[in-house]
Each structure stands twice: as C-alpha cells, then as structure tokens.
Nanobody, 120 residues
C-alpha cells in the first residue's frame, strides 16, 4: 500500500509563509511519478495548485504563480511546496498526489491532507 504523508500545514497571517512536505512510502519508484499539490476549500472543488514531473518540469495555477514553488527530492521520496505571500483565499486543505501513467492506465495516490489557514 502506497502512503503519502503531508506535513507543514498550520495557521499563518496574511503575507506569511509555510512549507508543506509530502513523504512517499518506499513502495513506489518515487522518481517515476509526477507529484502534485491540490487544495480544496469549503464548498469548492479540489483544484490543482502545482505539479512537478519526473523530469522536473513544473506548472502552477495562475492564482499562485510567483508566490508558490514546488520542488522534489527523489533521494528522500519527498515533494515540497514553498508558499510565500500567503493570502486568506489560500485557506484550504492541501493534498499531495502521486500520478503515473503505466501505458494502460493512470495510477493516482493521495495523501490525507493538511490544513492551511491564512488569517487576514
């Protein structure tokens, strides 16, 4: 069973920073997965925040470009999300995702989520 464990969430004032981490169990070949961070605010759909491919290419939601940075450490099976200049609208549960296309199907794994609350 693959496990993704997020950490680093919490309460921060607007303009502050947080760094989220997501550690993957060693049962997957971490470096072959696209890793992503998603978030879901109350009453809203889950949305992609940022993703990083196995080759290191990144993409971001327009709402976080220039403020958030995704990175990965394949040696430690860990992906990070550095969040700067946080805004109240960034408040949500943040989920880690691991995704890989096997050639026949897409495999997805999710973490349990970590709460990020930004106060105004």
């Amino acid at each position: 069973q693959v496990q993704l464990v997020e950490s680093g969430g919490g309460l921060v004032q607007a303009g502050g920073s947080l760094r989220l981490s997501c550690a993957a169990s060693s049962s997957i070949i971490f470096s072959s997965y696209t890793m992503g961070w998603y978030r879901q605010a109350p009453g809203k759909q889950r949305e992609l925040v940022a993703a990083i491919t196995s080759g290191g290419s990144t993409n971001y939601a327009d709402s976080v470009k220039g403020r958030f940075t995704i990175s990965r450490d394949n040696a430690k099976n860990t992906v990070f999300l550095q969040m700067n200049s946080l805004k109240p609208e960034d408040t949500a549960v943040y989920y880690c995702n691991a995704r890989r296309f096997t050639g026949l199907m897409t495999v997805n794994y999710w973490g349990q989520g970590t709460q990020v609350t930004v106060s105004s």
